[in-house]
Structures are given as structure tokens and as C-alpha cells.
């Protein structure tokens, strides 16, 4: 029988192989970011996002825009994202007491993540000509995936559930006739529960999938923060918009669990999830009646987020380092009227991943992105159109590199894997004007 403080030091050191939720990824978008929160926006690969004002979208990506909106508007949509991530093993270890490396039993390819739903829900517009109001709903930020509990990436992560729901009441004023100030509050949730394989280093045929422990960890807050925009159009036909995003930190609170040698500890763990400050710019010119052009560049502030520490109820702190660095996105697009109801639109967008090559993990197997997207809307009645998306990130390989040490027997893992991630997104979506 393991002793308690052997269980508590698996959970210590064995959180460090999980606390990467805080890093971790969706594949829509560069680190762990959707940017998902308007079926109109995605199919022009989010170009112009920040100007462009031809739905209410314009409330979550800027809500200085919304003074542009000619009456009030209402849009719910969700969205399929889904990746195919496969991951082959490239000489995946363990050292035990020194002894080593052995190579991993279990599967020798993995593939965790499966397709999976977002969506957004935003209601505003003018209340006088100088004045508006708007309430979105979206999620800003999001992962889920599940490798098999034999996957040799077993021991860096199995599963990985984070969700970021953020809730924000804005407002836009109109300053002149070419400027407009807007601004949100950010009520957000975020909730994650995650696990990965333990190494029982004791089972006399060596560490295998049989005799693994398991650590999972449930953790869930809540935050408030801020968006802030201007709106410009200097002159007729071209938009620019401007954003701010805050850095919010999330501290999070709930249990970790282990599994080991048949048996189970539970105690209060802490962690933090740090959100980085985005700036957001974009151009839209309406080059004729029928046809706009737009364009978009995003800059996230990753370069604080160094390591991640967690906090248990014996007094145990351990912390693993990430070390990311800032990124930027940028994306160009267009739309083009085919007579009164038809809108077809498309555009390309590249995403900068802020992970390096030394620290990338299984569960944020995360390259630079190169996007394709095409959309279409139709207008059904007076009151009513319905907006259809598809994305495609290409194929692009990258490596994995993760190490992760566990107390018994002095048990280091080296996770070494040659990931080849690509995703197709698949939007729909509804709009309606009172």
C-alpha cells in the first residue's frame, strides 16, 4: 500500500503534468482563443471585425460600431469546430530512479481531440442617433479534447474540458460625425476539469497503462474585466475600428483527485488561468455599391504568462514553466452583393502560435495557422436573414516537447511527439431587426 504522503507528493508534482489548462487550445484560433461570435464575421476569416457594422456582430468584436447600426438587431449562432490533431510518438521515454530511458508502453499514436460546439447571442442597437446599447454572449476561449487511456502521451494529458463564457452589457456614443467611443463590461466564467495518467513505477513489468494512477483536477471562477473601442470613419465607405481587450487573471478554485495503487486522496487545490490583453484593428472600405473589401490585425500580450503555479490544501506549491511570447494574427477579406437577398463573402487568415518548441505540450499542440474561409447569407423576409460559414485550417507538423517528473522512484517522463493538426469550423447562423 502507497503511504498518504507518497499520494499527496503525486498529487503535487502530478498537477504539474495538468495545471496546462491555463495554455491550452482550441484549434480555431491561435493559443487557446475563438474568435467565433459572428457566422457573418467567420466567413471572411474575421477581416474587418472591429469596423465592419453590417450586423450586430459589431457588439462583442467593438462596441463602438453599434452607433452605426441602423436599427436594433438580435443574432444567435453556433458553430462545429472540428480539428483532427493526430500525434506520433518520436521517442517518448521514462527514467526511473535514474535507470533509463525506457521507452512507453501503450499506443503509439494519439488523437484527442473531437469535434466540438460554440456559439454566441447578442441583442442592441441605437436608442437616438448618438447613443446605443447591447448585450452579447460568446465564448472568447475554449478546449475539449480526450486521448484513449493508452495513448503514450498518457502521462502529459488525457482529458481537457476548459470553457470561457463571457457576459457583456455595452454601450456606444457617438462623438461626431466621424468618431464614435464604445465600451463593455466582461462578467466571465471560466471552468475547467482535466486529467492525465500517473506512472506507477512500482508494477514489477515497468509502468503501462494497467497499473497507471490517474490525477484529475476541477476548477471553476469568476471575473470581471473590460473591453474598450473607437469607431472612425473619416470618410464615406471606410470604417477603421480600434479595441482593447483587458488581461484578466482568473483564480481558480476546486479539487484534485488522484488515483494511485488503488488508492484515492482528494484535497482543495488553486491555480490561475491568465488571459492575455488583445488589441484589435480593422479596416473596411465599401470599394462599390456591391463589393467591400476588409482587413484585420490582432496582437495578443502572452509574453507575462512565464509559468504556471498551483496551490494545494497541504501547503505545496509547484510550478511548471510555459514561457510564451506575444503573437499576432492578421486576415484580409471580402464581400460581395449578388442582387437584394444574397451576400457571399471569403477571405485568409494567419495566426501566429505564441508556444515555443521546448515547452509545447499534448494538450496545446499549437503551430502557426493559416486559414481559408468562404460564407453566404441570405435575407429571408423584412426582418429576418440566416448566415452560413465554413473555415479550413491547413495542414501544418509540429513537435511536441513536454517534461514532466513524478515523486516515486524520481519517475521523469519526456513526452516527445510529431503533431499534424488541421480543423474545418462549420457555422450557422440567425439575425433579426426590430
Known amino acids: 500500500m502507497i503511504s498518504s504522503s507518497a499520494i499527496r507528493a503525486a498529487v503535487a508534482f502530478g498537477t504539474i503534468g495538468i495545471t496546462g489548462f491555463a495554455l491550452n487550445t482550441s484549434v480555431s484560433a491561435a493559443a487557446f482563443q475563438l474568435n467565433e461570435q459572428s457566422v457573418m464575421a467567420s466567413g471572411r476569416a474575421f477581416a474587418g471585425s472591429t469596423a465592419a457594422t453590417d450586423d450586430a456582430g459589431i457588439i462583442a468584436y467593438n462596441p463602438a460600431g453599434m452607433t452605426e447600426l441602423k436599427q436594433g438587431q438580435a443574432g444567435i449562432g453556433g458553430y462545429i469546430i472540428d480539428p483532427h490533431v493526430p500525434l506520433d510518438n518520436d521517442g517518448s521515454s521514462m527514467t526511473v530512479g535514474g535507470v533509463g530511458p525506457f521507452p512507453l508502453a501503450g499506443n503509439q499514436r494519439a488523437q484527442g481531440f473531437k469535434a466540438q460546439p460554440t456559439g454566441y447571442a447578442y441583442v442592441g442597437g441605437p436608442l437616438t442617433r448618438d447613443f446605443a446599447l447591447g448585450l452579447s454572449v460568446t465564448v472568447p476561449f475554449g478546449l475539449k479534447n480526450n486521448y484513449d487511456s493508452d495513448a503514450f502521451s498518457r502521462y502529459d494529458s488525457l482529458k481537457t474540458k476548459l470553457t470561457v463564457i463571457d457576459i457583456a452589457p455595452s454601450a456606444a456614443f457617438r462623438v461626431n460625425n466621424m468618431v464614435s467611443l464604445g465600451g463593455s463590461i466582461i462578467v466571465e466564467r471560466a471552468d475547467a476539469t482535466l486529467t492525465n495518467a500517473l506512472p506507477n513505477p512500482l508494477d514489477p513489468s515497468g509502468p503501462n497503462p494497467a497499473s497507471d494512477g490517474l490525477l484529475s483536477l476541477s476548477a471553476d471562477n469568476w471575473k470581471v474585466g473590460f473591453l474598450v473601442g473607437v469607431h472612425v470613419r473619416p470618410v464615406e465607405g471606410l470604417d477603421?475600428?480600434?479595441?482593447?481587450?483587458?488581461?484578466?487573471?482568473?483564480?481558480?478554485?476546486?479539487?484534485?483527485?488522484?488515483?494511485?495503487?488503488?488508492?484515492?486522496?482528494?484535497?482543495?487545490?488553486?491555480?490561475?488561468?491568465?488571459?492575455?490583453?488583445?488589441?484589435?484593428?480593422?479596416?473596411?472600405?465599401?470599394?462599390?455599391?456591391?463589393?467591400?473589401?476588409?482587413?484585420?490585425?490582432?496582437?495578443?500580450?502572452?509574453?507575462?504568462?512565464?509559468e504556471i503555479s498551483v496551490d494545494l490544501a497541504d501547503g505545496t506549491t509547484v510550478a511548471t514553466t510555459e514561457d510564451f511570447r506575444n503573437s499576432w494574427g492578421a486576415s484580409v477579406g471580402a464581400d460581395v452583393k449578388l442582387g437584394q437577398r444574397f451576400s457571399l463573402r471569403g477571405g485568409l487568415q494567419y495566426d501566429k502560435t505564441p508556444t515555443r518548441d521546448a515547452f509545447r505540450s499534448t494538450r496545446m499542440p499549437d503551430p502557426n495557422r493559416l486559414w481559408a474561409a468562404a460564407g453566404l447569407s441570405y435575407i429571408l423576409s423584412n426582418h429576418w436573414a440566416v448566415d452560413v460559414s465554413y473555415s479550413h485550417m491547413f495542414k501544418k507538423s509540429t513537435d511536441v516537447n513536454r517534461d514532466n517528473d513524478f515523486p516515486t522512484l524520481a519517475t521523469t517522463v519526456e513526452t516527445r511527439a510529431d503533431a499534424h493538426p488541421s480543423s474545418n469550423v462549420f457555422g450557422l447562423g440567425l439575425r433579426a431587426t426590430f
Not at 250 to 267: E, I, P, V
Not at 271 to 283: H, N
Not at 284 to 291: E, F, H, K, M, R
Open 240 to 306: 477603421i475600428g480600434l479595441t482593447y481587450r483587458n488581461r484578466m487573471t482568473h483564480h481558480l478554485s476546486g479539487d484534485a483527485d488522484t488515483t494511485f495503487a488503488g488508492t484515492t486522496a482528494t484535497q482543495d487545490a488553486k491555480s490561475r488561468l491568465a488571459l492575455p490583453e488583445v488589441y484589435a484593428l480593422g479596416l473596411s472600405y465599401q470599394l462599390t455599391p456591391s463589393v467591400k473589401l476588409l482587413a484585420g490585425a490582432q496582437y495578443f500580450g502572452w509574453d507575462r504568462f512565464k
